[in-house]
């Protein structure tokens, strides 16, 4: 087959067929008798091969020397393996990562939703702080660090509590954490929800998929938000690496923190005071 051919069968232009061919990826063709490039089937499932690893973000050269080594010996030499492996993983990383950004996108949509001023349902936070309730399953890392959090940098426009469906302490790591911010959460308690019945708030905000599923009746009007943090306790590993876990809940709060806390503030006519955390 011609170059034309050959381009159009591997789904490239001419000019890339040369390209290859000069970085060395596909050998140089053949030519006939009267001069023109000559290819063969096995160039085309070569360059087939070729462009689909160039595809899962392989270089050229690496392309191309994995394409020969699975013409040679088929998909189970250790290096197409390895190297398959590798993208699968890195294939799965990116699912999860858009997975999470997908979530926060939808987060944001209903926090934007919820925090709408409604002149026919006035807030009670219009004439006092904005009440805030952060739930989580046990009331010892997410719900406290952003009841923390909220208390620092949402200044007297809030007033932030936190409660867990099954309390069962206080995490040192979360403590660690918050410290790490020039807070200090030493002497909080969990508590139940129970606890906290009594009480009315202008916002529920969940932080788990359990807190959302078991969240008893609460009284008095209020908006629900639904925020999925994965759960630093469920970490394991070194000290570094579980204290490094609440690190990353501590800077994703203050991600969904300022918005909702802008945009709360909005809602209950002020000007939001929440302040930008210091390095």
Not at 63 to 85: I, N, W
């Given at each position: ?159 932030a509590r936190s409660a ?88 994703e709060l203050m991600l ?24």
């Amino acid at each position: 087959m011609n170059v034309s051919q050959l381009a159009r069968s591997a789904g490239l232009s001419p000019s890339g067929v040369r390209w290859y061919e000069t970085v060395g990826v596909l050998p140089a063709a053949s030519r006939n008798q009267n001069g023109y490039r000559e290819y063969s089937d096995q160039d085309l499932r070569l360059l087939q091969l070729v462009t689909t690893l160039r595809r899962v973000g392989l270089a050229p050269a690496d392309a191309g020397r994995l394409a020969r080594l699975c013409m040679e010996h088929g998909a189970a030499d250790p290096a197409v393996s390895s190297v398959l492996a590798e993208h699968r993983q890195a294939v799965s990383r990116r699912r999860e990562e858009l997975g999470r950004l997908e979530a926060e996108l939808g987060d944001l949509e209903a926090t934007i939703a919820e925090t709408r001023p409604d002149p026919k349902t006035p807030r009670s936070g219009a004439q006092g702080p904005i009440s805030t309730l952060f739930l989580c399953n046990g009331n010892s890392g997410r719900s406290q660090i952003a009841e923390a959090l909220l208390r620092r940098y949402g200044g007297t426009d809030f007033d932030a509590r936190s409660a867990g469906i099954t309390p069962r302490g206080i995490s040192p790591m979360a403590v660690r954490a918050l410290a790490e911010g020039g807070i200090d959460w030493s002497g909080a308690r969990s508590k139940c929800v129970d606890e906290l019945a009594h009480l009315t708030f202008d916002y529920v905000i969940t932080l788990s998929d359990a807190a959302r599923e078991q969240c008893p009746e609460l009284p008095g009007p209020h908006n629900s938000l639904h925020w999925r943090l994965e759960d630093p306790a469920e970490v394991t590993g070194t000290e570094a690496v579980r204290l490094q876990a609440y690190r990353r809940t501590v800077d994703e709060l203050m991600l969904r923190l300022r918005p909702f806390a802008e945009l709360a503030a909005h809602a209950a006519g002020r000007t939001s005071t929440f302040r930008t955390r210091l390095n």
